[in-house]
């Protein structure tokens, strides 16, 4: 994989010639054998599928990169053309690789062959105008979402401009308004989307998969089956504690805005909560905030006061690996990353990491907003380049996470250690609140990261099911908003046109990268960031406490992260914390003080965790 956009499970790559070559090497090569093949003849196409795929890499992931960078007619049909070659070749490569499914071989050639067959996203049929059809659906997708504009108030905006109307606003009207444009965008990808659904099935079952979400459910060192069964369980572990932030958000919300807006009961409507897909609620801190809650500082507000802007905050995310032992980003990475949205040209604003030669030409795309949740994200993106970096002496198969959930955590690991100590050694605070303001700052935390597992968790289960067939495309949107209320208890705030396709205005979806990843993330951050602070001997509660300068622990994580996709996940976890399992009881720990303390004893008479209830 020479090329990896972090946000996309596969390593991208492409090439004409290399798809060509690799056919005839491989062609001439089941001609010289037998028909019954052996071990060395799966070692050998293994070295030559991997070294095709490596090689092609660099085509795409240049075109793909300019092209997030300028969107045009142009860009994106030379994407599309790029994307063709190589969705034929992962699928021609995924095809030869079932030739050698019978046989007894050594751990690595097993396991590079089965990533073969999971590598693509969405597989194509092995049929030429159904795989450059897929590829036209996915550049066109992907270019009306991130060139999406809204009218109102006789402006048209950006997603990026509905959306800080959407963190700030506190009149539901104007907030409906940003919330019902945003989704006029999303209306016209059904077609689109069903299509793309139905090619991708017919490329998953020639694989030999029942449907494409059963292709993406073997990628977790499991099968299909049990990996659903354990995302439930780890949803199970902390549920409780999503229910009586809801529960709270939910009355606070009530108080605010009027029982008219806002019922005490039942699920909270989309458009209230601070984000455009109420996915996290840090924005209305102000709102739900507890007794004492500006005790806590507004990381906003302290970055804005030291003069931050976007490369300085990058800098900080750089700074705090170099502080772990990290080497520091190279200077190629200052200079081809892209930290601001430009004014003058259509760019892709939704945040990733690259490497464009697996090596060490490492870049970020973000169109930073100096604010504390950009600041997260930035250590967030930096995250993937460390893992990129870390792995890069790996085979190129094995140069990717351990898990696509593992990618997600690093970066947001380390921001768990922006704590109050952190940034007064900084010097972006002057005096470390004491104890009393552990709640509010608590609180800040759930609001952003408790609150996003139900929607983590509900994504991919709803492609799951449009994928297996259950959920057909008359009922798509209806299908969302079920799931949505189900495991958020959040709700449509109006109701939703005949033509709506809600699931679309989610950036994931138009773009076909996997969501479950990022629910795995939140569970496996904890985990770490838990395990991170036992190394380093630290007694206090968790929230205070933070690994910036511990080089052990830096030694440690990069242990881990140097294994890449060698290993099964489970020893790479191992490596780090000790134990082979995910486990949600890290988060329950450190927001023990939050809910056994403060959002128990408040709010008492309002139901927890009845989302649907209306009584
Ligand atoms: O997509 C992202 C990252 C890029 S991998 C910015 N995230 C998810 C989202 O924005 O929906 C990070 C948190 C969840
Ligand atoms: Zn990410």
Request: proline letters at 4%; charged letters at 25%; aromatic letters at 10%.
């Amino acid at each position: 994989m020479v090329f990896k956009k972090t946000v996309s499970t596969l390593a991208i790559a492409t090439s004409l010639i290399s798809l060509s070559a690799c056919e005839e090497q491989a062609n001439n090569h089941q001609e010289a054998v037998a028909s019954e093949p052996t071990v060395q003849d799966a070692e050998i196409f293994v070295k030559e599928a991997e070294a095709a795929l490596h090689e092609s890499g660099l085509a795409l992931g240049r075109a793909s990169w300019i092209q997030a960078n300028f969107i045009t007619h142009d860009t994106n049909a030379l994407v599309a053309d790029l994307d063709e070659k190589y969705t034929a070749l992962g699928v021609a490569l995924a095809g030869k690789a079932k030739r050698f499914d019978g046989l007894d071989l050594p751990f690595d050639v097993r396991r590079k062959l089965d990533s073969f067959k999971l590598a693509l996203t969405l597989p194509a049929p092995a049929n030429a105008e159904k795989t450059r059809e897929l590829s036209q659906i996915k550049a066109s997708l992907d270019s009306t979402y991130s060139t999406g504009k809204v009218d109102m108030e006789g402006k048209s905006k950006t997603l990026g401009g509905v959306s800080s109307i959407i963190a700030s606003d506190r009149n539901p009207e104007r907030l409906l308004e940003a919330w019902n444009g945003w989704r006029k965008v999303s209306a016209p990808m059904k077609e689109e989307f069903a299509r793309l659904t139905a090619i991708a099935n017919e490329g998953a079952r020639e694989l030999g998969y029942a449907d494409v979400g059963t292709m993406w459910r073997p990628n977790y060192d499991m099968e299909a089956d049990a990996f659903g069964a354990e995302v439930d369980r780890l949803w199970g572990q902390v549920k409780p504690l999503y229910d009586a932030l809801h529960c709270h958000a939910r009355a606070k919300l009530s108080d605010y805005y009027g029982d008219r807006v806002v019922s005490d009961k039942g699920a909270i409507p989309a458009h209230l909560l601070g984000n455009m897909w109420a996915q996290q609620w840090g924005n209305i801190y102000s709102i739900v905030k507890p007794e004492g809650g500006d005790s806590a500082y507004d990381l906003t507000a302290l970055l804005e006061k030291n003069g931050y802007n976007a490369r300085k905050m990058s800098k900080a995310a750089d700074d705090f690996f170099v502080s772990m032992g990290f080497d520091a980003m190279p200077e190629t990475f200052w200079d081809r990353s892209l930290f601001t949205k430009p004014a003058d040209r259509e760019v892709a604003c939704h945040a990733s990491a690259w490497n464009l030669d697996s090596k060490d030409d490492i870049r970020i795309k973000m169109c930073m907003n100096v604010t504390g949740e950009d600041f997260v994200t930035v250590h967030h993106e930096i995250g993937h380049n460390i893992y990129q970096r870390a792995y890069n002496k790996q085979d190129s198969l094995y140069q990717n996470g351990a898990h696509d959930g593992f990618h997600e955590a690093i970066g947001d690991m380390i921001a768990l250690s922006i704590t109050p100590d952190y940034l007064q050694q900084v010097g972006l605070l002057d005096t470390v609140p004491t104890a009393e303001a552990d709640t509010a700052i608590l609180m800040r935390q759930a609001l952003e990261k408790v609150a996003f597992l139900p929607f983590g968790l509900m994504v991919d289960k709803w492609r799951w099911q449009v994928f297996s067939g259950e959920v057909t495309p008359k009922d798509y949107n209806d299908a969302w908003w079920k799931l949505r209320e189900e495991y958020q208890g959040v709700k449509a705030p109006n109701d939703r046109p005949d033509n709506a396709f809600d699931p679309g205005a989610k950036y994931h979806i138009p773009a076909n990268v996997p969501y479950m990843r990022y629910f795995l993330a939140h569970i496996l951050q904890f985990q770490f960031h838990k395990a991170a602070c036992e190394q380093a001997g630290w007694e206090g509660p968790l929230h205070r406490c933070s690994v910036y300068g511990n080089k052990e622990v830096g030694a440690k994580f990069n242990a881990m992260m140097e294994m890449g996709a060698s290993k099964p996940w489970p020893d790479a976890l191992e490596a780090f914390t000790g134990t082979r399992q995910m486990d949600g009881s890290s988060v329950v720990a450190y927001f023990a003080p939050l809910k056994n303390g403060w959002m128990n004893r408040t709010k008492t008479g309002h139901v927890v965790g009845k989302f649907l209830d209306q009584i």
